[in-house]
């Protein structure tokens, strides 16, 4: 294995009864990046994420990990790597100090280097007033931050979060972005599968899409973005009166089928010539009178790719 590939899956095929739950997964993370693992719920996110943790065993196919193999090789893979799943693993009978001293003392670290270290993530995580109380009278959003803390106690070199701002209030997912662009400037690499495209679009440098077990797109944001096409024309009219006419102006100078909305008097439609499409349907919406109330180019977001590529809108899948 390449060594600045600090992950890379190879034809993944993982199966259960009738159903093809990975479907021949291709994956590859250089070392200290960030890659967003996206897709409808059932997609296939998290059994890829249980079998690069060593968690499953596929039926066909190869992964390394921080260059160990995967499969002839689980324990090297599991000194290296950092777990944050979909649920807080957390003992609810501890507090959050003695369930991070606790981690420490399982990876092997002596009493005083696990105090410390789960001192100082109590403290990144801005837990440290509520350390010695026991987890079971955390906030959800406590006890997911908590459980963050806990992958990152060895300092491991690969860490996958696996949905980890699912819970988490605006400022615990802002929070907890920082926390992952840390580790990434020192060097981490990061496997993320998020609800939020949002997230992906923040924290990946790089975006794998999969749906029905298999990749069926990959590149950056941009690259994404620029692939589903071009901007976004967006106009509010004062009238809903005047919805119609809008449309139809936006048909003419758009590349595509326009969209409205005559409760919010919205419309909108893709363009190939930005600006020019814009100051085109202004003069003619002038023209008849129709007065606009907003108008703007808007690139296309990471909603707008999922929807282009799988034919359905993210929120229906669960994402969000």
Known sequence: MVTDVAVRAT???????????????????????????LGPNGAGKTTTVRI??????PDSGEAWVAGHDVLADPDSVRRQIG??????????????????????????????AARERARELLRRFQLAEAGDRPAKGYSGGMRRRLD?????????SVVILDEPTTGLDPRGRLDTWAVIKELVADGTTVLLTTQYLEEADQLADDIVVIDHGKVIAKGTADQLKSETGGERLELIVESAADVAAATAVLADVGSGEPTA???????EVLVDTGPKALIEALRRLDAQNVTVTDVGLHRPTLDDVFLSITGHDAHQDGLS
């Not at 959050?96 to 001293?101: D, H, P, Q, R």
């Open 83 to 112: 777990l944050s799943g979909q649920y807080a693993a957390v003992d609810e009978n501890l507090t959050g100090f003695e369930n991070l001293y606790m981690v420490g003392r399982l990876y092997g670290r002596k009493k005083a």
């Open 261 to 267: 909305d005559e409760h919010t008097r919205k419309v």
């Open 52 to 57: 690069l943790t060593t968690l499953l065993r």
């Open 148 to 156: 963050l803390a806990g992958a990152l106690v060895a300092e491991p």
């Open 11 to 37: 034809a993944l095929v993982k199966t259960y009864g009738s159903t093809r739950a990975l479907d021949g997964v291709d994956l590859e993370i250089p070392a200290g990046r960030v890659l967003g693992l």
